[in-house]
């Protein structure tokens, strides 16, 4: 090795050059972003609070579990034998009017973090209302889809293709279900004044959460319901 | 949990005691500092880590105990200690209990004690979520074992092959209890992973680059990583089992023009990244151990971190090497192949590192030394014959047979356990402040690596000559003539299994003859990373100032000076570790807030088993579960993780102990 000016990141096994060692160069004052964990967004490493960045983790898993559900339903999309087929079943129009439904509550999302990020609690509280309304209508129009196609002969153990759909779906629609009571519970504790932590971050993270929930729903329609078997 | 106030410049760090007003949530916040609320109810890394610690270790004498039963059944032809059905239940809850409820926690442990304190934490990114993470899988692992008594545990073996699994062909119970028992530990380890990789990206110290950070913290953020997208997948096939069991689906009946290599896929989607899951902390234990105990910094540290990730990249594309005699088609098999000769690389990098960190150092061979060593010779062993399995043609021959036994136990054993052990003795004095014995240790080791040898050796000679994998007898007509006789090896195996099991007795006499050892030095192995920069066991809040890092290796730099020239290393002792300690302490952050204690993870930890009975037994159980959780859910919601500063009393100006009792009627 050199003599030559090592630089200091540098980590190599044995050539490390070493600071002088009780350097005070933090700043005085500096805050290690540990004093209220959880709750000071702005002193972590990356930038990131620790709540966003735990949201993009789960959401990445999240992706995963879609992905087995989805693989599975694409396994079996073709095989219900005899049995009434996703020829028979679907309504385009009809899964299309809820789609459109879902995909509009991402619009209401998007106004309700604005709002919140402006302080302004009573919008927020009003887009997030409409917000759970629109995930509410979606879900009805779930359930009166199953409704029908169970009328009209497939039930959940009908066939592999019945198991696999409904299986997928369902996944789909509690995940909705959990956002809206995630959705309601953030209105009633905005309204209490309950919230713990910073409201702007709290409505944008069940924010993330729902955009994602539709976004995967945007997947499921075009593989299941838009693809000819 | 407490609120820590002190004069600047007093590093009086007893914490005050304080009465909590009813200021979180609907139930005032637990605020015990002894007994056992003061560990139920813990949001502190350190009591969890060792919490994992100690249940895992339980769960690894259970699973222990399943192993000898096993081998008692096998020393002789036409065993009859078990019938076939317990032999079953016994090989699928070994192989379930020692991956699931030892391995995993055990690393977790590591993990939750470790990574705060290796990279200048004061605790993880998400306390509660973190006692979350220790009690679902700690009722998980109970729920799962209670099958034994409630009509026999899985009998599927850990892979729990379809259609196998399905009603028809195990009609017990067992398999509900291994389905919903691995969901309730997947989601411990989902919970987990997220917490750790967010504290590992963000809370470092300052100074504490990525490329600064410990070589453990760097590989179990890795497993973190591969935990986080492969539980996933198993959720999925689990819930598919589950429906299929419970439900009346048919996702895995050949019958009805399923496909039961679906679950094969799923499975092992999740089970060969779990494979790394398993062996990774390991390798980052000894990273820190070889080069404390060599004198020399780790050989190679950014190939070893690189590497690590590389395992962890290629660890998703090599599934299928697990499936070459499910018929895939000469396509998927040369793939899976040659990406799984690519792996042994990465893994290969590691152990040139390895041995290159004791090349020319100055060995102190400790126990922990001992184990770490004794990794690198077992697990290079398990590695060769993982290589041999990589080769499809050759792997058609050993599939199913004991081959592959030894083989996995090579590499979880020698790989993984003896890492994990390895960890156990460097780190005893860090968290307990005391010492184990080194003689005991070295007893302890020797008969472990002489039993698992014993053990496991064999098992290669008798998988090639044929005997199969979850045979519950051999037969003395079959066994072969000679040096390859059957009825000898698997003798040998099971005298081994015994020794083996000494091997680990000894460890518990270990912590019981060491109980009463004087209190250890702070810095006893003279080791090189930043969880030693502070007393052992560490304080409640870590470090009395949150250190800033310099250099990896940070403890080491402050420990030595570089007196070299001329580009000449030579490094110099200039201080103790108490002196550095010390430094610290003289500097100590006046006002530090920790989370506080909570009861909903707990709580939450157990709406899950009792959700998951009643998906077996009754739907009464079901709604009790979840109005449970839902309780759980929005009390945890309702509190703030740290308690605001009006939740603590005052101090008490003439110096009077505060009263800890809560305050009635307010």
Redesign the interface.
């Known amino acids: ?3 030559a000016t090592i630089d ?2 540098a ?16 700043p005085a004052g ?1 805050d ?8 000071a967004p702005h002193h ?3 930038g ?1 609070s ?1 709540t966003k ?2 949201m993009w ?2 959401l ?6 879609f ?3 989805i693989s ?1 339903y694409m ?2 999309r073709n ?1 219900q ?1 005899d049995a009434i087929g996703p020829d028979q079943l679907w309504d385009i129009p009809f899964t299309s009017a809820t789609s459109f439904v879902l995909l509009m509550s991402s619009l209401t999302m998007v106004l309700s973090v604005t709002a919140a990020q402006r302080k302004d609690d009573r919008r927020t509280r009003l887009w997030l209302t409409v917000t759970a309304l629109l995930g509410g209508l979606f879900l009805s129009g779930q359930v009166y889809e199953f409704t029908v196609f169970y009328r009209e002969g497939l039930g ?2 009908t ?2 293709f019945a ?2 759909f409904y ?1 997928l779906t369902g ?1 789909h629609g509690v995940h909705v279900a959990v956002g809206i009571i995630m959705l309601l ?1 953030l209105v009633a ?1 905005l309204a209490k004044n ?1 919230l ?2 910073d409201k702007a971050e709290t409505v944008e993270m069940i924010g993330l959460y729902w955009h994602f929930v539709d976004v995967v729903w945007i997947v499921i329609f075009t593989l299941v319901y838009l693809i000819p078997a | 949990m407490a609120i820590i106030e002190r004069p600047e410049a007093s590093p009086a760090t007893t914490p005050e005691y304080v009465t909590p007003s009813a200021s979180m949530g609907f139930l005032r916040r637990p605020v015990e500092t002894t007994g056992w609320k003061s560990w139920a109810f813990t949001v502190d890394h350190k009591k969890i880590g060792i919490m994992y610690g100690v249940v895992a270790m339980l769960f690894f004498f259970v699973g222990g105990l399943e192993a000898v039963l096993i081998r008692a059944q096998l020393a002789q032809a036409d065993g009859t200690i078990l019938s076939a059905d317990k032999y079953n239940q016994m090989f699928t809850m070994h192989a379930t209990t020692m991956i699931f409820l030892f391995v995993m926690p055990m690393a977790a442990a590591f993990a939750n004690y470790m990574i705060p304190l290796q990279i ?4 993880v ?3 509660r979520l973190n006692a979350l993470s220790l009690w679902t899988f700690v009722f998980g692992g109970i729920f799962l074992n209670t099958s034994w008594i409630l009509g026999g545990a899985a009998d599927g073996g850990w892979f729990m092959y379809a259609p196998n699994s399905s009603v028809p062909f195990s009609p017990t119970n067992g398999v509900d209890f291994w389905v919903l028992g691995l969901l309730i530990t997947g989601i411990a380890s ?1 919970v987990g ?3 750790l ?2 504290t590992v ?6 100074g ?2 990525l ?2 950070m410990p070589i453990f913290t760097w590989m179990a953020f890795v497993v973190q990583m591969l935990l ?6 198993i ?3 689990l ?2 089992l589950m ?1 299929q069991r419970n ?5 895995f009946s050949v019958e ?4 039961p290599l ?1 679950w094969q896929h ?1 499975f092992w989607i999740f089970g060969h990244p779990e494979v790394y899951i398993i062996v990774l902390p390991a390798f980052g234990i000894i990273s820190e151990v070889l080069p404390t105990f060599a004198r ?7 190939f070893v971190v690189f590497s690590g990730a590389a395992i962890g990249f290629v660890g998703f594309g090599v599934w299928a090497h697990h499936m070459f005699a499910a018929g895939l088609g000469p396509i998927s098999v040369a793939v899976f192949s040659v990406a799984t000769m690519a792996i042994a690389v990465p893994t290969g990098v590691k152990i040139i590192n390895w041995t290159l960190t004791l090349w020319g150092g100055k060995l102190w061979f400790t126990t922990a030394m001992l184990f770490a060593i004794g990794l690198i010779v077992q697990f290079t062993i398990g590695g060769l014959s993982g290589v041999t399995h990589a080769v499809a043609p050759s792997d058609t021959q050993q599939t199913d047979t004991y081959y592959i036994v030894a083989h996995f136990h090579y590499v979880i054993f020698g790989g993984a356990v003896l890492g994990l052990f390895s960890g156990i003795y460097y780190w005893w004095p860090k968290i307990f402040g005391k010492m184990l014995n080194e003689s005991w240790g070295r007893a302890n080791f020797w008969f472990m690596i002489i039993g698992m040898n014993l053990t496991f050796g064999p098992m290669h000679i008798i998988g090639l000559q044929g005997q199969p994998r979850r045979m519950y007898v051999w037969t003395e007509n079959r066994a072969g003539e000679g040096f390859f006789n059957l009825g000898f090896w698997n003798l040998v195996s099971s005298v081994g299994t015994v020794i083996l099991a000494i091997g680990a007795l000894l460890f518990l006499v270990n912590v019981w003859v060491s109980r009463k050892n004087p209190p250890a030095p702070a810095d006893p192995w003279d080791a090189r990373s930043l969880e030693w920069i502070t007393t052992s066991p560490p304080k409640e809040h870590n470090f009395d100032r ?1 250190p ?1 890092v ?4 940070e403890f080491f ?2 420990k030595y ?2 007196v070299g020239e ?2 000449q ?1 030579d490094y110099k002792k200039v201080a103790t570790g108490e002196e550095v300690i010390a ?1 610290e302490e003289a500097h100590a952050d006046a ?5 506080s204690p909570s009861y909903w993870p707990i709580v939450l930890a157990l709406s899950m088993p009792i959700l998951a009975y009643g998906v077996i037994y009754s739907t009464l159980l079901i709604v009790a579960g979840a109005a449970i959780a839902i309780l759980a859910l ?1 009390g945890w ?6 308690a605001p500063d009006d939740d603590f009393d005052p101090p008490s100006p003439d110096g009077d102990e505060p009263s800890k009792e809560l305050v009635a009627n307010v």
């Open positions: 090795m050199s003599d200091p990141d980590t190599t096994d044995d050539t490390t050059h070493v600071a002088p060692i009780h350097d005070d160069t933090i500096y290690d972003g540990n004093d209220h964990i959880g709750l972590t490493t990356t990131l620790n960045l735990a983790m789960f990445g898993s999240e992706c995963l579990l992905g087995g559900l599975t396994l079996y095989r034998g959940y153990t066939s592999l198991s696999s299986t996944f519970s504790m309950r713990i932590g | 200048g934490a004061r605790d990114a998400f306390p989902q992973a997220i917490n990789i967010v990206l963000n809370m470092r110290a300052p504490m680059s490329m600064r986080l997208f492969a539980i996933p997948v959720t999925v096939a819930f598919l429906f439900f009346g689906a048919t996702f009805e023009g399923a496909d679906l799923l020399k910094p780790l050989f190679g540290y950014p949150t800033t310099h250099a990896l290796d730099h402050r000076e570089d001329d580009g290393h430094e006002h530090i807030h920790l989370p929005f919601a309702l509190e703030p993780p740290t």
